[in-house]
């Protein structure tokens, strides 16, 4: 199915030149891959293949046509150019402010149509001008797949001496996986670099100049996962759902002809395990963690983020299967309602190839997004399909304080013996588990400053001297409660007393509720 991706493209575009398309945009970094592919379509249909480029001119494979760099006087060469061809431009899009190359590009779209000739733009971004947006068809050249990859694999397997036995090579699978999502250049560049520093294709290796290939790219993060799922007190019901949810992405699940699991959003106040819990899917799940921030996905030139996301998205189907980490989405998504008056449409644009490739996606790609502000996701984000399950994740009741204070502790070599942790878990009713956590570090830092041992004295004064969120925003954390009753699935259990007033919100929202049904009746 994957090695599909680089023939679909292959048959999309032949049919867009042999349909007489004028302009086509491919956007990519791997120019030659590209230039190879045309070359051969080219081949097939006994058509020339001609590229420009503001260094070298107009050339026909390695020959020299022209010593055209101007690229007004190249787009009038090609016009007057007599036989069947494709003229590909080799990062042409900065020409596209100019007003000039914009209007001969409208001019020979009309001529174009008319004869057998097109014009390929090749570059990494997709910059267009409002007046070209309808003679333009884009497109976007795949990553290379786990078939082109494992042909690599084995041309760099075959340089070594003594070569691979085939016993070997059933590293195969686990290469091909460190390599994917890369271009076709890095993965040659990185074997090159593992067999010229380890004598062997180290995966290892490839994992780690993967991580910097793709952090260099600026969208994308590999996260370490050095924290596992145990370091996450409490959220049980959350747990259960991804252990049983664990072996989704596998290749039995497939077999099984399971449905993909496509993600969950963590809604909840901050500081309560969200982020903690994202970052330990991945390792217990035992898959990349890709984390993608948003506000990157905004930044650069103007008309790049609609690339940007693009790409992002591209990177992670690559490297699948994986987990897709979005921390605090709703920043990146707020208004998407006034976007058009503000921002020319972006915001809305970006959301909607989010919202789109989160419905239809196949890719074995589990997301995992955050949000702390409900009220600022669109109402479409939250809607069936997009995610497997909502979870609203609620302060710790008492069961999970006392298992945050054990991890704690663990943490700096201490148990729950050498403190008192009843009276403990009771002063900090109401605490999130980032507060719990400051409030331990706080305490060492009394002892530490005051040249005493580390004591129950010390935890009381900092748990006094702490001010909850729960305090302070306590009328969102109720409002936030409140959405959560029918509209997000618990990601605890609630006991004791602490079900009790729990329960004693839902009643009173779903009393709200019917309140207000019934005044709008009214």
């Not at 050249?141 to 990859?149: D, F, K, Q």
Request: glycine content about 8%; some cysteine; charged content about 30%.
């Amino acid at each position: 199915m994957e090695n599909n991706r680089i023939e679909k493209f292959a048959e999309e575009i032949s049919s867009m030149i042999r349909a007489r398309y004028p302009l086509i945009h491919v956007t990519t970094y791997e120019e030659a891959r590209c230039l190879d592919l045309l070359d051969t379509l080219g081949k097939r249909r006994d058509s020339s293949l001609y590229i420009w480029s503001r260094t070298q001119g107009i050339r026909r494979g390695e020959r020299a046509i022209a010593d055209i760099v101007d690229p007004m006087a190249a787009l009038k060469w090609f016009e007057d150019l007599n036989e069947k061809a494709v003229f590909a431009l080799k990062d042409f899009h900065p020409y596209l402010k100019e007003p000039g190359i914009v209007r001969k590009l409208r001019d020979l779209a009309q001529g174009l149509k008319r004869s057998q000739k097109n014009i390929i733009l090749i570059a990494p971004v997709l910059q267009l001008p409002p007046e070209l947006a309808k003679e333009m068809t884009l497109l976007d050249l795949p990553l290379p797949s786990r078939e082109e990859i494992q042909t690599l694999i084995r041309k760099a397997g075959a340089v070594l001496k003594p070569s691979p036995s085939t016993e070997d090579l059933n590293l195969l699978e686990a290469i091909t996986d460190a390599a994917s999502g890369l271009t076709y250049d890095e993965i040659e560049n990185v074997l090159a670099k593992s067999i010229v520093a380890r004598g062997s294709l180290d995966r290892k290796l490839i994992q780690d100049e993967k991580r910097q290939i793709v952090k260099r790219s600026g969208l994308l993060e590999f996260v370490d996962t050095s924290a596992d799922e145990a370091g996450v007190g409490g959220l049980t019901h959350l747990k259960e759902w991804l252990s049983n949810r664990r072996g989704g992405l596998s290749v039995e699940a497939r077999n099984l002809k399971l449905p993909v699991p496509k993600g969950i959003l963590l809604v909840g106040i901050p500081g309560c395990g969200k982020s903690l819990t994202a970052m330990t899917v991945g390792r217990s799940w035992q898959l990349p963690l890709l984390r993608l921030d948003m506000g990157r996905i905004f930044a650069g030139v103007v008309g790049s983020s609609e690339s940007n996301v693009r790409n992002a998205i591209a990177t992670c189907e690559a490297v699948s299967p994986c987990v897709l980490w979005i921390d605090e989405i709703e920043k990146g998504l707020s208004g998407t309602q006034s976007s058009g008056s503000s921002d020319g449409g972006t915001t809305s644009r970006v959301f909607g190839t989010l919202l789109t490739w989160m419905q239809e996606k196949k890719s074995a790609v589990f997301v995992v997004a955050t949000a702390n502000d409900i009220s600022a996701l669109p109402p479409e984000f939250l809607r069936k399909g997009r995610f497997d399950e909502i979870f609203f994740v609620d302060l710790p009741n008492r069961e999970e304080r006392e298992e945050i204070f054990k991890i704690q502790l663990e943490r700096y070599g201490w148990t729950a013996d050498d403190l008192h942790l009843g009276d403990l878990i009771q002063k900090t009713e109401s605490f999130s588990g980032a507060e719990i956590e400051q409030v331990l570090i706080a305490a060492r830092y009394q002892a530490f400053g005051s040249s005493e041992l580390f004591s129950q004295k010390h935890m009381l004064q900092a748990i006094s001297e702490t001010v909850p969120l729960s305090k302070t925003m306590g009328e969102r954390i109720e409002k936030l409660r409140s959405w959560a009753v029918h509209r997000a699935r618990p990601a605890s259990k609630a006991t004791g007393i602490e079900a009790g007033d729990r329960f004693a919100i839902r009643s009173h929202a779903l009393e709200r509720e019917e309140h207000s049904k019934k005044a709008g009746e009214i």
